[in-house]
């Protein structure tokens, strides 16, 4: 449930020729070390060793650079001229985008060290024209985070530093950060007139907040959800979900930020989100929806199912079917592409249901986030949809497992 940042980080050279430097980082043993496993990685031998190996590897290289002291934020050249002769280390947070760049990258693993999280100072010129080429074969060249990362890039070439990249939260957002990410061509909350929306923020009272309680952990969680939400909206970045809150958690909360109070404007934004795998989803879509009246009365065509099969078996007796097959939501893919299939598979059982006529819909959670996030994304759409084209109603109530056969009813999606 944290948000993903990615940073670029300039390394003088003296810190990767030798372990005893002024800046006392040593990065020598971890770069030869994790050269050495590329090397045996490309032909092949004892792969899930030198995987697991060179994972640690990189990861304790990212830990000794961040863990320095000397990182210090520079949004332009002259600031990463500046920083370098203060004895630091120059670092830019990347374009929120950068996750999906990066995904990219897979589709040609080994290229010229393409996806790499370290660049050597001799390495770098190469692996720049290298990055250059493939934005440009991969028609990305005109987008902001290419720019960015060639800009950055260059600077670090003409300085003869090296590269670290890093995902961490060791820098808080800043105005600078938003700034940058204006310069960059990309406005996270930026509406067709110029203006940003104005994220409410939401009261301690209601329905939807006491849900939880007004203590506890799981009002815990919520408030920190709550939070991490707001954040990312204001910086364009990611939430990850699949770490802390709960399925139920996570239903109640997004709940409140799709549904906008009856005395409110309806102005939907998407937040993006991203899941622990580092896999990003299609955003959710959030001040989408008018909040209706919750006494509503089921109609006729009643369905009762469990959200995913094989998970509370007890429930078998109680529902029509189970929304989703386990044995095909657990496939092997990332947790996005998980996501992805639960949003296509909801949409289509949704359309089919609905030539029925007006729907409620009794949902009883059975857990995992890729699942539910997936599934309340398919709802939002169709309701969507539905104030276009068509003046039948669908109305989803949540159900959560509290033990013993019992479930607490949760928030009206409808």
Not at 178 to 194: H, K, P, V
Not at 201 to 228: D, M, P, Y
Not at 247 to 271: A, G, K
Request: proline share 5%; with cysteine; charged share 20%.
């Amino acid at each position: 449930m944290s948000s993903s940042r990615f940073y670029l980080c300039a390394v003088p050279q003296l810190a990767w020729n030798q372990a005893d430097n002024p800046f006392d980082v040593d990065l020598v043993r971890f770069v030869e070390d994790a050269l050495g496993c590329e090397r045996r990685i490309a032909k092949e031998v004892n792969l899930e060793n030198e995987f697991s190996r060179y994972t640690l590897t990189c990861q304790r290289l990212e830990q000794e650079v961040a863990r320095s002291g000397h990182i210090r934020q520079a949004n332009n050249f002259q600031e990463f001229q500046q920083v370098l002769q203060a004895g630091q280390f120059p670092a830019q947070a990347m374009h929120p985008g950068y996750l999906a760049l990066l995904s990219r990258t897979q589709e040609t693993p080994g290229w010229e060290r393409l996806g790499s999280s370290f660049y050597p100072p001799d390495t770098i010129g190469q692996h720049r024209h290298a990055f250059k080429l493939w934005s440009e074969q991969q028609e990305l060249s005109e987008t902001p985070v290419v720019w960015q990362r060639l800009a950055f890039l260059e600077w670090v070439e003409n300085a003869n530093c090296g590269l670290v990249e890093l995902q961490t939260g060791f820098q808080p957002f800043s105005v600078q950060h938003q700034e940058q990410l204006t310069q960059y061509g990309y406005a996270a909350t930026e509406t067709d007139d110029g203006g940003f929306v104005e994220i409410p923020e939401f009261e301690t009272t209601g329905i939807a907040v006491e849900f939880f309680g007004t203590k506890g952990r799981k009002q815990h969680l919520a408030n920190i959800l709550r939070k991490q939400i707001r954040e990312a909206l204001q910086s364009g970045e990611a939430v990850t979900f699949g770490n802390q809150a709960p399925h139920d958690v996570i239903t109640q909360v997004l709940h409140e930020f799709v549904f906008v109070p009856s005395e409110m404007t309806v102005r939907p934004i998407s937040l993006r989100v991203a899941y622990t795998d580092g896999s990003e989803a299609t955003p959710f879509p959030l001040f989408c929806l008018p909040q209706l009246d919750s006494n509503i009365v089921p109609s006729e065509n009643l369905l009762r199912v469990a959200l995913m099969s094989m998970r509370h078996l007890e429930l078998d007796p109680e529902i029509d079917f189970c929304w989703f097959r386990n044995r095909e939501v657990s496939r092997t893919r990332t947790l996005a592409e998980t996501d992805q299939f639960c949003f296509d598979t909801t949409l289509e059982q949704l359309k089919d249901s609905l030539q029925s006529g007006d729907l409620t819909i009794q949902i009883f959670h059975t857990g995992f986030e890729p699942a539910v996030i997936g599934f309340y994304r398919g709802v939002v759409k169709v309701l969507l949809d539905m104030q276009k084209q068509t003046s039948l109603s669908l109305n989803v109530i949540p159900y959560y497992f509290r033990g013993e056969n019992d479930y607490q009813t949760g928030s009206l999606w409808g």
